[in-house]
Each structure stands twice: as C-alpha cells, then as structure tokens.
C-alpha cells in the first residue's frame, strides 16, 4: 500500500508569535492563514500539531540558571545526560515561554483546530531540550519520547511536510529526525518562520537540503 501523507505543525502558538508571545518569531502570526490552508488540502492523510509543553523549571528558561550565564538568547547552558554523565550538549537559553497550561502555551486561536487529528505535547521532561517533536537529542535510549513516531508508524505515514515554528529550531530538528525514521520528508517554505531569519534560516535550510529534505512552496503543492 502507498505511503501516507502528514502534515506536522510545529507549535503554532501564543508564546512563539507576535505580538505578546515570550519567544515570539518575526512573522510568526502571518503564517497562520498559510497553514489554515494546507489544513483544508486533500494531500494530506493526517494532520497532526505539537505543542511545546514545558513545567516551569525547564533546562531551557534562562532564568532557571545562575548568573552571569543566564542572558535569554545569549546565553547557553550544559545538558548531561541523565542516563549517562559523560553525555551531553550546550543548549541555547530561552525566555520563559510555553508553560503547561498557560496562555502562552495555547495554540493560536486562528488555527483551524477542527481539521487536526492529533496533537503530540514535547518538551515536558526538565532534564533536557527537546526541539524535535518526536525525542530529545540523547540516544539509545533517549531521555524523552513523544507519542508523535508511535502515531506516524501507526497510521502507515511515510511522508511529512513540516511547517510551524521555528524553522531553524522546532522545525528543523523535527524534519531531521522525521528523514532518520525513515520518512520523506519536505518543509513547506511559506508556512515557516526562523528565530534568526537570514543567517539563520540559510544555514537550516542548508543543512535540511543537505540531508535530502526537499523545500516547496505551498501555491504548487496545492495546486
Ligand atoms: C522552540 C525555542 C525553544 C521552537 C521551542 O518551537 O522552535 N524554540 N523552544
Ligand atoms: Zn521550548
């Protein structure tokens, strides 16, 4: 039987756009109509949405760490690996932004909800970062997984467009391990928005093309 297809939305919500949102992403709301409509499109077999879901003490918050190493945006902390201390990673700090349950955390209310058949939470374990929507960076095994592979395996998916925020880090991190489960795997240009446009996005979308993932336009996927 053919491949499925899916439509992964990155968390689209308040925290992450303009004009309130903690983390928000030049942009970020303008993709809204975009995604509204890939959501009323027959190519996809399912759509599913993430929410990053952080408690509030969170590895990622700026604030959860010591001075002077504790600039938002600027600053960047050591993640060790919980099962394994000779394991870990710098990660980049962040503003406090989508807490479990608060306004921030909320999807968009512009997003059309009622066409979406899932929605995965990420990022719940303070321990570590997780910018893919299917596990955080650690391996064999990782630290924490989402309910997002188990989903897409079931329903016979072998294909994913990604769209959402933030291009160079939730969406990126979320393509790239979508290609190493074994999907094919494309971002839809016009639906994203990166953190650090320019440099940023050249360099994520470099390093996506690089690995295989392909970049479209959503006027002629739709079309
Ligand atoms: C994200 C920074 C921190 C994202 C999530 O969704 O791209 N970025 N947490
Ligand atoms: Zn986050």
């Not at 439509?7 to 992403?25: H, K, M, R, T, Y």
């Not at 027959?42 to 993430?50: H, W």
């Not at 980049?92 to 349950?101: A, E, M, S, Y």
Request: with cysteine.
């Amino acid at each position: 039987m053919a491949a499925k297809t899916a439509l992964i939305i990155v968390d689209l919500q308040e925290d992450f756009c303009p004009p309130n949102g903690s983390l928000a992403v030049s942009g970020g709301r303008d993709i809204i109509p975009v995604v509204n409509n890939l959501l009323g499109s027959p190519v996809f077999d399912f759509r599913v949405t993430t929410k990053d879901w952080h408690p509030v003490d969170h590895i990622s918050f700026a604030v959860n760490h010591p001075e002077p190493n504790n600039r938002p945006f600027e600053s960047f902390a050591k993640v060790i690996n919980p099962h394994n201390s000779s394991e870990s990673y710098e990660t980049r700090l962040w503003p406090v932004h989508c807490v479990q349950g608060t306004p921030g955390a909320e999807l968009v209310p512009e997003l059309n909800i009622a066409k979406i058949d899932k929605i995965v939470e990420k990022g719940q374990d303070k321990r570590v970062e997780m910018y893919s929507a299917f596990a955080d960076p650690f391996e064999n095994p990782c630290v924490a997984r989402s309910e997002l592979g188990g989903y897409l395996k079931d329903n016979g998916v072998g294909k994913a467009y990604v769209v959402g925020l933030a291009m160079d880090y939730c969406v990126r991190a979320t393509a790239k391990h979508a290609v190493k489960e074994g999907h094919e795997t494309y971002i839809i240009e016009d639906a994203t928005k990166a953190v650090d446009p320019g440099e940023g996005w050249n360099k994520a979308k470099a390093e996506m093309e690089n690995i295989g993932i392909r970049f479209v336009g959503s006027k002629e996927l739709l079309k």
